[in-house]
């Protein structure tokens, strides 16, 4: 069983920046690859980024290329997701996910998941 904990989200300003954090509370989580998910209030859970177990590679959503980086901290057993120019649209509850194996974008493919941090972004 992994144990995931998010945090930082909160409110903020349309043009800001927010960095969210998922802290995995076993070490056998830094052979999972890792993601983000995200739900905005009435609409379904989306595909965020991911990120392989060793940190080397990356996917995003096509939509947040460029605006959110995903990384992660073998260190502190910790996945970050740094989020800049964020619009009104980016308004949901950010959920952390873990899998063993390879990265995916498929929810149904993540066996372990955080109870989420909710980002409120204002016009």
């Known amino acids: 069983q992994v144990q995931l904990v998010e945090s930082g989200g909160g409110l903020v300003q349309a043009g800001g920046s927010l960095r969210l954090s998922c802290a995995a509370k076993e070490r056998t989580s830094r052979n999972y690859a890792m993601a983000w998910f995200r739900q905005a209030p009435g609409k379904e859970r989306e595909f965020v980024a991911t990120i392989s177990w060793n940190g080397q590679d990356t996917t995003y959503a096509d939509s947040l290329k460029g605006r959110f980086t995903i990384s992660r901290d073998y260190a502190k057993n910790t996945v970050y997701l740094q989020m800049s120019s964020l619009k009104p649209e980016d308004t949901a509850v950010y959920l952390c996910?873990?899998?063993?194996?390879?990265?995916?974008?498929?929810?149904?493919?993540?066996?372990?998941w955080g109870q989420g941090t909710r980002v409120t972004v204002s016009s």
């Open positions: 996910a873990a899998r063993s194996g390879g990265r995916s974008w498929l929810q149904n493919e993540y066996y372990y």
